[in-house]
């Protein structure tokens, strides 16, 4: 590989990490290129992805990037997973994969500057997606304003029943 090629690569890698909202360095050491590309296809499908590149290339990728702290993990055979949208989703991903493969050896990530050790990692992973926060979020936001109208409206309503039951006392 000639200069121009790492030049390339660091380029490449620094656009990825600066547009990443987490890094997962993972050890793939062991893994058949048939599973690799399998965990490369999950990722993909949730606007993630998983690359293998060199470590002295990996740290200069990561300088003046909020993912400084990951050179912690750059040593031996390594594969960064980043993901662009939601940071809950390559660690599901990851987590589950390694459940079939315990080849695959998630060494630490990056979130928001923040380390997260392995064990944290699967505890982000059991947070619930996106879709299902956000749908619980409105269910919150929309069960206010109904309560509200419901006690607005039992006012009038205890109002009625009072009218009815004096109406039904006069005429017996």
């Given at each position: 590989?000639?200069?121009?090629?790492?030049?390339?690569?660091?380029?490449?890698?620094?656009?990825?990490?600066?547009?990443?909202?987490?890094?997962?360095?993972?050890?793939?050491?062991?893994?058949?290129?048939?599973?690799?590309?399998?965990?490369?296809?999950?990722?993909?499908?949730?606007?993630?992805?998983?690359?293998?590149?060199?470590?002295?290339?990996?740290?200069?990728?990561?300088?003046?990037?909020?993912?400084?702290?990951?050179?912690?993990?750059?040593?031996?055979?390594?594969?960064?997973?980043?993901?662009?949208?939601?940071?809950?989703?390559?660690?599901?991903?990851?987590?589950?994969?390694?459940?079939?493969?315990?080849?695959l050896v998630i060494r630490g990530a990056v979130l928001d500057g923040k380390i997260l050790s392995q064990e944290d990692l699967v505890q982000l992973s059991k947070l619930p997606s996106?879709?299902?926060?956000?749908?619980?979020?409105?269910?919150?936001?929309?069960?206010?304003?109904?309560?509200?109208?419901?006690?607005?409206?039992?006012?009038?309503?205890?109002?009625?029943?009072?009218?009815?039951?004096?109406?039904?006392?006069?005429?017996?």
């Open positions: 590989m000639n200069r121009e090629e790492k030049t390339t690569i660091v380029e490449e890698l620094s656009g990825k990490f600066a547009k990443a909202k987490i890094a997962i360095v993972t050890d793939y050491r062991g893994l058949t290129v048939s599973s690799f590309q399998e965990v490369r296809r999950e990722l993909k499908k949730n606007n993630s992805e998983i690359r293998v590149a060199k470590n002295t290339l990996l740290r200069r990728a990561v300088k003046g990037t909020a993912f400084e702290s990951v050179e912690n993990y750059l040593s031996g055979t390594t594969a960064v997973a980043v993901s662009y949208a939601d940071p809950v989703a390559p660690a599901k991903i990851l987590v589950e994969f390694i459940k079939n493969n315990p080849k996106k879709e299902v926060l956000l749908s619980k979020l409105l269910s919150v936001m929309q069960a206010v304003p109904t309560n509200f109208v419901q006690v607005l409206s039992g006012v009038p309503r205890k109002f009625m029943y009072l009218l009815t039951a004096i109406k039904n006392q006069k005429e017996q």
